[in-house]
C-alpha cells in the first residue's frame, strides 16, 4: 500500500479564498484524522471519523473549517474563506480498527500558506 | 484527555543508548501507551505501544513501570536519524489520538 496519501503537498493562496485538503487513508481502515500543526500550537487533532462518520469535531477551530469523508476511501478539509492564521502543515492520519492498541499512520502533510 | 509529562529535549551521544522518560501519573486502567515520532519534515511515526508489559519491537523498547504511572522509551543505540520529536501518549478506547509537546532528541555524532 502507498500509505495515507494527502493533496496538494504545497498550497499558497490568498487570504478570503476557499481551500480544499485532500486525504486517500490506506485501504481497510476504518478511523481517519486530520490534524493541524503550527510552531505555536503544535499538533492539534481538528477532527476524527470513524467508519466515515464524523465522531469528534471539538478541534475544529470555527465554522469556516468543515470535514467532509463520503466514502472510505476519501476525505477533504475546506476552510473558507480562508485567514492568514490558518497557514500550518495539515496532517491525514487513518487506523485499522479503533481501540487503543491500534497504531495510526500518517500522510506527508499539507503545507498551507495563506497570503 | 489523560495526560502525559515528558521533558522538553535531551540529548544522546550516537551509538549510545537513550532513554526517554515519560509521566502519566493519572493513567486510567484501559489506557495504552504510545510512542510516535517525528522526524524534521514529516509526519509523526508509529514507534511502539503497551498496556501492562514491556514491550520490544525493530525500532525501540517501551518499559513500563509496574504502577504504570511512567513508562521509558529506550532507544538502543541512537543514530542520527533517530534525531525528532518524541511523543507520549495515552489512547484509550475511543482512539483520540492526542500529541502533548513532546521531547526534543538531539544525537551528537
Known amino acids: 500500500d502507498a500509505g495515507v496519501i494527502q493533496s496538494p503537498r504545497h498550497e499558497v493562496t490568498e487570504m478570503g479564498q476557499e481551500v480544499t485538503l485532500r486525504c486517500k487513508p490506506i485501504s481497510g481502515h476504518n478511523s481517519l484524522f486530520w490534524y493541524r500543526q503550527t510552531m505555536m500550537r503544535g499538533l492539534e487533532l481538528l477532527i476524527y471519523?470513524?467508519?466515515?462518520?464524523?465522531?469528534?469535531d471539538s478541534g475544529m477551530p470555527e465554522d469556516r473549517f468543515s470535514a467532509k469523508m463520503p466514502n472510505a476511501s476519501f476525505s477533504t478539509l475546506k476552510i473558507q474563506p480562508s485567514e492568514p492564521r490558518d497557514s500550518a502543515v495539515y496532517f491525514c492520519?487513518?487506523?485499522?480498527?479503533?481501540?487503543?492498541?491500534?497504531?495510526?499512520?500518517f500522510g506527508q502533510g499539507t503545507r498551507l500558506t495563506v497570503v | 484527555d489523560a495526560k502525559t509529562t515528558q521533558p522538553n529535549s535531551m540529548e544522546s551521544n550516537e551509538e549510545e543508548p537513550v532513554h526517554l522518560p515519560c509521566n502519566h501519573s493519572t493513567i486510567s486502567g484501559t489506557d495504552y501507551i504510545h510512542w510516535y515520532r517525528q522526524l524534521p519534515s514529516q509526519g509523526p511515526e508509529y514507534v511502539i505501544h503497551?498496556?501492562?508489559s514491556n514491550v520490544n519491537n525493530r525500532m525501540a523498547s517501551l518499559a513500563i513501570a509496574e504502577d504504570r504511572k511512567s513508562s521509558t522509551l529506550i532507544l538502543h543505540r541512537a543514530t542520527l536519524r533517530d534525531a525528532a520529536v518524541y511523543y507520549c501518549i495515552l489512547l484509550e478506547y475511543g482512539n483520540k489520538l492526542v500529541f502533548g509537546a513532546g521531547t526534543i532528541l538531539r544525537v551528537k555524532s
Open positions: 492520519a487513518s487506523s485499522p480498527k479503533t481501540g487503543g492498541s491500534t497504531e495510526a499512520f
Open positions: 471519523f470513524n467508519n466515515n462518520v464524523p465522531i469528534d
Open positions: 503497551g498496556l501492562t
